[in-house]
Nanobody
Framework: VQLQASGGGLVQPGGSLRLSCAAS????????MGWFRQDPGKGHEFVSA????????HYADSVKGRFTISRDNVKNKVYLQMNSLKPEDTSVYYC?????????????????WGQGTQVTVSS
């Protein structure tokens, strides 16, 4: 599975962004998907995940109620709608694919990673 993340950018606090991740290669619907973020010198921080069928989702406490993950298994895409953005959301965001049918918060469970897209929240 090859993953390509996009949609990052500069936004003011309180603003919104929608990240997209396009998948190609093996059957996208066979993978659960996750979004992580990473700051310089740190490991991947879990943000959100969605099961392979889209029926279950999970969020980090820091983004719960502000971010929404979704997927379209026809278009082979996963999305992260980010609302009410805060400066502490500034990071490089990565999409990742896991062979697990459920979801996982552990980066080690994800076999495939996109290239990352920068999100900067600043006035």
């Amino acid at each position: 599975v090859q993953l390509q993340a996009s949609g990052g950018g500069l936004v003011q606090p309180g603003g919104s962004l929608r990240l997209s991740c396009a998948a190609s290669g093996r059957s996208f619907s066979m993978y659960s998907m996750g979004w992580f973020r990473q700051d310089p010198g740190k490991g991947h921080e879990f943000v959100s995940a969605i099961s392979w069928g889209g029926s279950t989702t999970h969020y980090a406490d820091s983004v719960k109620g502000r971010f929404t993950i979704s997927r379209d298994n026809v278009k082979n895409k996963v999305y992260l709608q980010m609302n009410s953005l805060k400066p502490e959301d500034t990071s490089v965001y990565y999409c990742a694919a896991s062979p697990l049918t459920g979801w996982s918060i552990r980066a080690i469970d994800y076999d495939y990673w996109g290239q990352g897209t920068q999100v900067t929240v600043s006035s």
